[in-house]
């Protein structure tokens, strides 16, 4: 399944933010946004997502010989960004649980352990803890695991490595490679070590 933009455009009134954007990033491929504080890589990001509607040009996912709009494709997409909210009053155990229920996945104890595990966390310490509790690093883990738990085919990554220390940074580059190997990924973000995971870049 590839990601493709048309000719992408999004506009605020008569402010334009982004484009005109036109790029493909197929399967085992990474596509790095670049780009400072207010260039428009959040509302890319969301544009991909299937959160926001372009004002003109086309975003799609394609494959299999059917085109679909992110919106309509949302099984196949996992999100990470710095707004991204999830329950603050439920454990992150908890949280995956729900989430897991919506995608219509089975989340035994083992599964939820092991996910949990897989963004570097300890199950057993974080078990009886609030989200809204934890460290800003530990929360932005546990978004990693919210993106991934559903194993997409696109996977979107807006500043990923926001609030986590070197051990963090590495459990991103172990998610965006594993990634790899099960579709695409963008990473969006104007920190180097992020962008160093893509194999293209586009800047905006």
């Not at 010989?65 to 454990?91: F, H, K, M, N």
């Not at 996977?155 to 998610?175: K, Q, W």
Request: hydrophobic share 40%; glycine share 10%.
């Amino acid at each position: 399944m590839d990601l493709v933009s048309e000719n992408l455009v999004r506009s605020f009134g008569s402010r334009r933010v982004v484009g005109p954007l036109s790029f493909r990033v197929g399967p085992g491929r990474v596509l790095g946004v670049a780009g400072p504080n207010g260039s428009g890589k959040t509302t890319l990001v969301k544009i991909l997502a299937g959160l926001l509607r372009p004002s003109s040009g086309h975003a799609f996912l394609e494959g299999d010989g059917l085109r679909r709009a992110p919106r309509d494709a949302s099984e196949q997409i996992g999100w990470v960004a710095p707004d991204l909210a999830l329950y603050g009053e439920l454990t992150a155990a908890e949280n995956i649980v729900f989430f897991a229920k919506l995608h219509g996945r089975r989340a035994d104890r083992g599964w939820v352990d092991e996910t949990i595990a897989r963004v570097g966390l300890d199950p057993k310490r974080v078990e009886k803890t609030p989200l809204g509790a934890l460290s800003t690093g530990q929360r932005q883990r546990i978004k990693l695991a919210f993106a991934t738990l559903h194993e997409p085919a696109v996977l979107l990554l807006d500043e990923p490595s926001s609030n986590l220390d070197e051990a963090g940074r590495a459990v991103v580059a172990r998610v965006v490679k594993m990634q790899r190997e099960r579709g695409l990924a963008v990473v969006a973000s104007n920190d180097p070590g992020d962008l160093a995971l893509a194999d293209e870049r586009v800047t905006l």
